[in-house]
T-cell receptor, first 114, second 109 residues
Framework: DVKVTQSSRYLVKRTGEKVFLECVQD?????MFWYRQDPGLGLRLIYF???????EKGDIPEGYSVSREKKERFSLILESASTNQTSMYLC?????????????FGSGTRLTVV | DAKTTQPNSMESNEEEPVHLPCNHS???????IHWYRQLPSQGPEYVIH???SNVNNRMASLAIAEDRKSSTLILHRATLRDAAVYYC??????????FGKGTLLTVNP
């Protein structure tokens, strides 16, 4: 089974800190995604990547950046964390060949910015 | 992205079939219909997907209307572990999944 592993389940950071959320997948998937999930707003796409070093903005990229130096790893970066970035962050991956396949999600990182 | 419409919530009894509806009247010819579910405190989990024909897998069945403007996810015998939020999503060629609010399924013992 494909596994998507997010480095932390819970994280507490201070306002203004630089925050790295790491995601690793073990099935050689081309596509990787970062979502955030908030009550009443559902899951919203922040960034996605369809290849190493490639990235595209999702629906809410402001305040975030990403890095994909290796195929298996996709990092979400909060340059200067703010309290409105307190949320559940979910990483996902999928193969490209791929209308034929579903996405696999990680278990999520609950980030609290104080 | 084409939108989907689902009921906010549904209720079922254990061991009975559950039919979760989804309307997607603006679906394009190349959109795949995906279903995911999210159990409490977990990430979404892929359930099933299809294009035109009905699909079955170990988790569920997907019935797609002939005009593709609606679909139904069928859980043949609901269990308490099926209580979750179920999302119906149209996936186009840009790899993105755009989640709506989904249907909260409650399963009564």
């Amino acid at each position: 089974d494909v596994k998507v592993t997010q480095s932390s389940r819970y994280l507490v950071k201070r306002t203004g800190e630089k925050v790295f959320l790491e995601c690793v997948q073990d099935m050689d998937h081309e596509n990787m995604f970062w979502y955030r999930q908030d009550p009443g707003l559902g899951l919203r796409l922040i960034y996605f990547s369809y290849d190493v070093k490639m990235k595209e903005k999702g629906d809410i990229p402001e305040g975030y950046s990403v890095s994909r130096e290796k195929k298996e790893r996709f990092s979400l970066i909060l340059e200067s964390a703010s309290t409105n970035q307190t949320s559940m962050y979910l990483c996902a991956s999928s193969p490209t060949v791929s209308q034929l396949s579903g996405y696999t999600f990680g278990s999520g990182t609950r980030l609290t910015v104080v | 992205d084409a939108k989907t419409t689902q009921p906010n919530s549904m209720e079922s009894n254990e061991e009975e079939p559950v039919h979760l509806p989804c309307n997607h009247s603006t679906i394009s010819g190349t959109d795949y219909i995906h279903w995911y579910r999210q159990l409490p405190s977990q990430g979404p989990e892929y359930v099933i997907h299809g294009l035109t024909s009905n699909v079955n897998n170990r988790m569920a069945s997907l019935a797609i209307a002939e005009d593709r403007k609606s679909s139904t996810l069928i859980l043949h015998r609901a269990t308490l572990r099926d209580a979750a939020v179920y999302y119906c999503i149209l996936r186009g060629s840009n790899y993105k999944l755009t989640f709506g609010k989904g249907t909260l399924l409650t399963v009564n013992p």
